[in-house]
T-cell receptor, first 114, second 109 residues
């Protein structure tokens, strides 16, 4: 157990729908990062939050949004889902922001859009 | 660009062999170069990392070699075991953590 908890582990939904993925960071970690892993795109950085504030954005679609709550857990919202959004979504956490090597990943949420 | 190019895409070695995975990067800043190991159904886990002012780092059977002038770094796994079968990602940390494309390693008996 890495200490980073992601729920749900699996999610199957239809095109056009909206889903929310949840991440609880490791105790003491202030930063949360979201990554998308697909066969053709590899591990792509989506967005980072640090202590409740958005810190960096990567290749995140406008249909996707995220937030980090006061208790530091984070949610990734995916809307108007398309078949191509099917992927593994990973959350990672670290004590600080970028520049530190201690990124701990959760086990991911496998999203299947049908 | 902060791309990391990784090769090979897949690798099969016999138990006891020494698989070598190579990565190349563009541009230079104060980077940090970690390697991640990922098993099926799991998230990537930090395996070993190296700073650009170090040419080699060894942790157990895993060794990173870093060639700053060539902008290349590689992972060697000594005395590989079937349990090492996984996907390995090189990465770089500048203003964000950027992954290579991954190498699927299979260690056969």
């Amino acid at each position: 157990d890495s200490g980073v908890t992601q729920t749900p582990k699996h999610l199957i939904t239809a095109t056009g729908q909206r889903v929310t993925l949840r991440c609880s960071p490791r105790s003491g970690d202030l930063s949360v990062y979201w990554y998308q892993q697909s066969l053709d795109q590899g591990l792509q950085f989506l967005i980072q939050y640090y202590n409740g504030e958005e810190r960096a954005k990567g290749n995140i679609l406008e249909r996707f949004s995220a937030q980090q709550f006061p208790d530091l857990h984070s949610e990734l919202n995916l809307s108007s889902l398309e078949l191509g959004d099917s992927a593994l979504y990973f959350c990672a956490s670290s004590v600080l922001g970028w520049g530190a090597a201690g990124y701990t990943f959760g086990s991911g949420t496998r999203l299947t859009v049908v | 660009q902060q791309q990391v190019k990784q090769s090979p895409q897949s690798l099969i070695v016999q138990k006891g062999g020494i698989p070598i995975i190579n990565c190349a990067y563009e541009n230079t800043a104060f980077d940090y170069f970690p390697w991640y190991q990922q098993f099926p159904g799991k998230g990537p886990a930090l395996l070993i990392a190296i700073r650009p002012d170090v040419s080699e780092k060894k942790e157990g059977r895993f060794t990173i070699s870093f060639n700053k002038s060539a902008k290349q770094f590689s992972l060697h796994i000594m005395d590989s075991q079937p349990g090492d079968s996984a996907t390995y990602f090189c990465a770089r940390i500048t203003s964000k953590l950027t992954f290579g494309t991954g190498t699927r390693l299979q260690v056969t008996l």
